[in-house]
């Protein structure tokens, strides 16, 4: 079976497997459920990267992928034949090609492309589905090959994260656990822990260094501020560090400003570069204070 083959996906080919509940007018077209998985890959991870490449190499870069790379992918990505993205990726050599690039200019595009042919009705539920499955998993052993980096130098700690109740909005949710389990954290929940009753037994029971809050829209600002100000009465250790991150930090930033958190980061390389220096500082008082 293809490596990015192995997820069990239901029968029900419905759309309301694949959307929210309905959003407030004013909401629903930013959260088109064509275009989620695309966004969400772009909103946590390529906008930091497009910035600090365009840094590097100034402003008018070479491409490395063009269309033609984009449709093969798009093909394999949609085809039948189980062996055929894994056939793709060893023939564009992917797994070999800068992270960033792979990212920016064929993946985010070619989820856009996806994304259309859905809205077109050219491409089924299941079709859909089966295709970013097999991104989502691509786009995590990409991470575990290329993304880590020299932060021998940081506080590495216990970091846990939770979405508000109905919060399905959930890829860069996984970008980012994956990212800090790279880096070395200890990762607790995820995309399976919502705000309820198991995380305020894990905060109240365990000693965590860092607890990360997604906002997937402003629906969810209320929610996500009364957690975090339960986390915070709650939490067995009282120099908590939290954190907020997801799509709405990007579309409405204003929108979360308010929530209580100690930092809001714009994508996961931000969100670890934050928390390691926060708990780095709260540690280093700690022991200030001890001695």
């Keep these: 079976m293809s490596n990015f083959d192995k997820v069990e996906i239901g029968s029900d080919q419905s759309a309301a497997g694949w959307s929210d509940a309905a959003l407030p007018e004013e909401c629903a077209d930013s959260f088109d459920p064509k275009f989620i998985l695309a ?6 991870v390529v906008t ?13 870069p070479v491409a490395i992928f063009g269309q033609e790379h984009r449709e093969e992918f798009l093909d394999a990505m ?6 055929a ?3 793709a990726v060893d023939r564009m050599d ?15 595009p070619t989820l856009d492309d996806l994304g259309q ?3 077109d009705d050219r491409a089924s539920f299941m079709e859909v589905t089966l295709a970013t499955c097999r991104v989502q998993t691509f786009v995590c052993e990409k991470l575990g090959a290329t993304a880590k980096r020299d932060r021998s130098g940081e506080v590495h700690g216990s970091i846990a994260f939770a979405r508000p109740a109905g919060e399905s909005h959930t890829l860069g949710l996984t970008v980012v656990t994956e990212c800090f389990r790279i880096d070395g954290w200890d990762v607790m929940g995820g995309v399976d822990l919502e705000v309820g009753d198991d995380l305020w037994s894990l905060v109240s029971e365990k000693h965590i260094d860092v607890l990360g809050f997604t906002v997937g829209s402003a629906m969810q600002v209320a ?3 009364e957690a975090i100000e339960k986390a915070k009465r709650l939490s067995r250790n009282p120099n908590l560090v939290i954190g907020v991150g997801g799509y709405c930090v990007i579309s409405d930033p204003d929108a979360v400003k308010g929530l209580g958190a100690d930092f809001i980061a714009i994508d996961a390389l931000d969100a670890i570069d934050t928390a390691a220096s926060l708990l780095g500082d709260r540690k280093l008082k ?3 204070n001890s001695s």
């Design 39 to 44: 966004r969400a890959v772009r909103s946590e």
């Design 48 to 60: 930091r990267l497009k910035a600090e490449r365009a840094a590097r190499l100034g402003n008018d």
């Design 78 to 83: 949609l085809s039948d034949d189980r062996n």
């Design 85 to 87: 993205f894994d056939a």
């Design 94 to 108: 992917l797994k070999q090609k800068p992270f960033t690039e792979t990212l920016r200019e064929l993946i985010t």
């Design 117 to 119: 042919m859905w809205r």
């Design 223 to 225: 929610p996500v501020a």
């Design 286 to 288: 700690g022991w200030s």
